[in-house]
């Protein structure tokens, strides 16, 4: 029987890897990576190959389903849009703009359609209680390069195709394939830089998968990377080693951060984060000594009480020792649609770099008083929201791919707060532990059954290109795309009514956009463009042809436009080359240089003097991630869920043998009166007085449809950590270097 080939980017984390797919009669018959692929170069882990396993999954979401007498029934599409129109708008009328809340998860980040129309429905909202999965996760580092660099994503990632000397800090990307960095195949290339003379050297709790291949590896007391960090850079100033290189004359603060980092000699902090003085000092000379270097923290440095601190030092290490916006140091990489910082828009007058900058703070939440982050609020402050009466309570709610009640600290609390909304609406393609709780779910498309283009995840890739994916199978019947129903959506708030059409809904925005960016040129756009495209093909069309490597609308002719991407997919897409300078032009501060020191961060040190010398706990938690279950969904894809039981609790053999633990038995772990029980391994991977367990797991909820989930549901992490502890800066939730208390059960 014959068969047919189809090329697809997979959208189960941030690789972004090139997948080949055979189909046959309809059906994946095989995945393998795409040897042609320009920037994954065949490369696949398991999960591309589960690809297949979720298109596929029976308990998959195909059509909506509404809440009768307290169970969930199929609907039609217009009828459920019909019980969004007749509850929704008057819980609005009634309560006011702000008790409708909306929260977001991080699929929305790997669909073009979510990512490009959530900020439509959010603005049809108008309210000020959103959330996302972003202050679980990376907000800290967002907040931080922003105050640095001027636009939230203008992050700087290690150029590891040049490194020749690369220090990660609470990152596993060997697990993760990088996370605010995308880099596929992190191995090969850490193995290549290993190969050409170069050093990997890895700081974590945990000897992780990375760190187990790495020239050196350091364990660190969990939370305690911003005493390491400030004790590199003291080292640096102390020993006469700080060279700013090249961008000498672009960087403001330098003064500022010696006089704030006086108190934290290595000698100081070396208690505190278990490593000592002669280490710490060794690593910030050769940070120094190395030509090509870089250093690069993730979610173990953004999930903890100093995780803003903790990320703006990675980069003020970066910028010290020279190697920022150098080949073979922490670069810039330049997407060829949808990034701000190429856009000559977002500056202001005519000097290159210079733009608004970022603010924060323009409110705040009604219960907490948190800060306003990047147009969001803390997710753990989404609990109180619904708890609390008064002016701005949150009555009715909508989420988009997301699973609070297992991804956020106290989900019971979560749950229960869920339980209290007059009215709640879920964009999700499973009934799981937090779409159980709402009235309507609206069922998302299979990955397979649309177009897909990476919008965020191009701005950090280790090397730039552009490449698209055509739907591999055609949507079933009357399902509606993301997009068509988040613009319906925005039309029943608007009071458009539920039988709004969504493609002229569509031509509408599309038009009013363009006359706002575009200005006088705005109907020459618009011919070019056409009338063919829709929906994020038209958005991406645009984008990619006013982008930096663009056609400029014809005026171009050897540019980039949509034609020529999709033309490019069977051939592995464009390669566009490897990460090249680019400050001062992708700044975007008022100033118009890197900001070394933002008063913010300078005055947030006073809390990390005052810890110094408080006593460490004898004993803390932290997650971890395993490759196969980047997320809590991915746990029903058979191909996954198969092999070791993974939801352990890693412990070192002395701690096991302290606390009278075994190998394979269950402990009890608690924080207060919060517990939960775990299957003990015990490992010499774990630095003593830590044990890690991993995040997103706990699915024995009732109410669920995730059938292979809860065959081994493991214990949900989360359900021990405190919703109201939080970097202060950036509203993060503190995941890790939490103190517990273990014993046998």
Not at 47 to 67: F, Q
Not at 427 to 442: K, M, P, Q
Request: aromatic share 6%; proline share 6%.
């Amino acid at each position: 029987m014959t068969h047919t080939i189809h090329h697809r980017i997979c959208p189960l984390c941030e690789a972004c890897c090139g997948l080949e797919l055979k189909v046959q009669d309809n059906k994946v018959i095989s995945i393998r990576g795409h040897d042609a692929d320009v920037f994954s170069a065949g490369y696949i882990c398991p999960k591309g190959v589960a690809l297949a396993d979720l298109h596929e999954d029976p308990d998959r979401l195909r059509t909506p389903l509404i809440k009768r007498n307290g169970e969930f029934v199929e609907a039609s599409w217009d009828e459920a849009f019909q019980e969004i129109e007749a509850r929704l708008p008057a819980i609005r009328a009634q309560h006011g703009r702000d008790a409708v809340g909306i929260a977001v998860g991080n699929p929305a980040a790997h669909k073009i359609g979510l990512l490009m129309y959530f900020g439509r429905l959010a603005r049809a909202l108008g309210s000020k209680n959103v959330f996302s999965s972003s202050t679980l996760d990376q907000m800290p580092k967002q907040l931080a390069s922003g105050l640095m660099f001027g636009h939230w994503l203008s992050i700087a990632i290690p150029d590891i195709a040049r490194c020749d000397y690369l220090l990660l800090l609470g990152a596993n990307p060997l697990a993760s394939n990088g996370s605010m960095w995308t880099v596929p195949d992190f191995k090969g290339k850490a193995k290549a830089l290993q190969a050409r003379g170069g050093e990997l050297v890895v700081i974590d709790p945990r000897r992780s998968e990375t760190a187990a291949m790495a020239n050196a590896h350091h364990f660190i007391r969990p939370g305690a990377d911003v005493f390491l960090l400030l004790g590199l850079v003291h080292t640096l100033f102390d020993e006469k080693l700080v060279r700013l290189g090249p961008v000498a004359g672009l960087v403001n603060g330098v003064d500022e951060v010696a006089v704030a980092v006086a108190p934290f000699s290595a000698e100081a902090v070396a208690e505190r984060c278990a490593i000592d003085a002669s280490t710490i000092r060794g690593i910030a000379r050769k940070l120094a000594s190395t030509q090509r270097a870089a250093v690069y923290g993730r979610i173990g440095t953004c999930t903890q009480q100093y995780g803003t601190l903790a990320s703006w030092l990675v980069d003020v290490l970066n910028v010290l020792t020279g190697h920022l916006d150098l080949p073979g140091g922490a670069m810039f990489s330049q997407a060829a649609a949808f990034a701000s910082n190429t856009s000559s828009s977002s500056q202001t007058g005519t000097v290159p770099g210079v733009g608004r900058g970022i603010t924060t703070g323009r409110h705040n939440s009604r219960v907490s008083g948190a800060p306003e982050i990047y147009g969001e609020l803390p997710m753990t402050c989404l609990s109180e929201e619904i708890e609390t009466p008064g002016v701005g309570q949150i009555k009715a709610l909508i989420t988009v791919g997301t699973n609070p009640v297992l991804s956020s600290p106290n989900g019971a609390r979560v749950g229960h707060a869920l339980d209290q909304l007059d009215f709640m609406v879920s964009l999700d393609i499973y009934l799981n532990e937090t779409t159980r709780h709402a009235d309507v779910i609206l069922p998302g498309l299979s990955p397979l059954e649309s177009m897909h283009y990476d919008v965020a995840f191009p701005q950090l890739s280790w090397r730039n290109h552009a490449r698209y994916s055509e739907p591999v199978f055609e949507r079933p019947g009357t399902q509606l795309h993301e997009w068509e129903i988040l613009l319906k959506l925005s039309a029943i708030i608007q009071g458009k009514g539920a039988d709004a059409d969504p493609g002229a809904l569509d031509d509408e925005h599309f038009a009013d956009d363009t006359r706002r960016q575009f200005g006088d040129q705005a109907p020459a756009v618009m011919q070019a463009v056409g009338h063919q495209l829709r929906g994020p093909d038209r958005l991406l069309d645009v984008a990619l042809r006013s982008g930096p490597y663009g056609d400029a609308f014809g005026a171009k002719p050897d540019g980039l436009n949509l034609a020529k991407v999709k033309a490019s997919s069977a051939s592995g897409g464009i390669d566009l080359g490897e990460l090249a300078p680019r400050l001062p032009g992708m700044l975007r501060t008022p100033s118009g240089k890197v900001e070394l020191a933002p008063p913010m961060l300078l005055a947030d040190l006073s809390r990390v003097r005052d810890d110094l010398k408080l006593p460490t706990p004898d004993m803390v938690i932290i997650g971890r991630r395993d490759v196969r279950s980047n997320n809590s969904w991915m746990h029903n894809l058979p191909i996954l869920a198969k092999g070791p039981f993974r939801c352990t609790a890693l412990v070192h053999p002395s701690d096991a043998q302290r606390l009278g633990l075994s190998d394979g038995a269950l402990a009890r772990i608690a924080n207060g009166t919060r517990s939960i029980e775990a299957q003990v391994q015990v490992s010499s991977d774990m630095m003593p007085g830590v044990v890690s367990l991993p995040h997103g797991w706990g699915h024995s909820l009732p109410g669920t449809r995730l059938r292979l989930a809860a065959e081994r549901p493991g214990a949900n992490l989360n359900t021990l950590l405190d919703e109201n502890l939080r970097d202060p800066l950036s509203g993060n939730a503190v995941l890790s270097g939490v103190a517990v208390v273990m014993q046998a059960v």
